[in-house]
């Protein structure tokens, strides 16, 4: 049986990649499988940024780690059960996966261990300057992995060139 790999993150997201990962699933007769990565460091990030704003010390508590990977699985099953009910109103077979760990790492595992033969990721718009320097986990994938991959950009940040609201706004 075909599978295909939707790839979902706390930091990413794509209504559009869950669309089509559905309707690829459906039309090819395959099974989606949804994978929420907890990236690692989430925790660190948070704390970092936490600790920036003065809301908390340099060295927050266990229970504080807790409490924040606590809260991004919740949201990860939240996330979850938003493309099952999609999968479903589709009729097609559906698997949840929660990862933890390395994305890279996880998501060619996770492509090699359940034999899946197209993946969906999303990854973030960056800047034309950026690409020159790094490649996102997304992109590594790409060049890794041994399935069809397909990779679609997220719309939370737009770029300069879609940002025509602010033509007249005074920036000095």
């Known amino acids: 049986m075909k599978k295909v790999l939707l790839v979902l993150s706390s930091q990413i997201r794509s209504d559009e990649a869950m ?4 309707k ?17 460091g989430t925790a660190s990030e948070a704390f970092d940024t936490f600790s920036d704003i003065g809301f908390i010390g340099d060295r ?9 990977m606590k809260e991004m699985r919740q949201r990860g099953y939240e996330e979850l059960g938003r493309v099952q009910i999609k999968a479903m109103e589709e009729g097609v077979a559906f ?3 929660v990862e933890d760990g390395e994305p890279v790492t996880a998501v060619l595992s996770a492509i090699e261990s359940m034999g899946i033969t197209t993946a ?25 992995a041994p399935c069809e991959v397909l ?4 719309s939370q940040e737009p770029t300069k060139e879609d ?5 007249g706004v005074d920036r000095g």
């Open 19 to 22: 669309d089509f990962a559905v």
């Open 24 to 40: 690829r699933a459906r039309d090819d007769k395959a099974m989606l499988v949804a994978l929420y990565l907890l990236a690692a």
């Open 60 to 68: 927050p508590s266990t229970q504080v780690s807790e409490a924040i």
């Open 95 to 97: 698997e949840p996966l």
């Open 120 to 144: 969906v990721l999303v990854k973030r718009k960056r800047r034309a300057f950026f690409k020159y320097f790094s490649s996102t986990y997304a992109d590594e994938i790409a060049g890794k």
């Open 151 to 154: 990779i679609f950009t997220d």
């Open 163 to 167: 940002k025509k609201d602010v033509k």
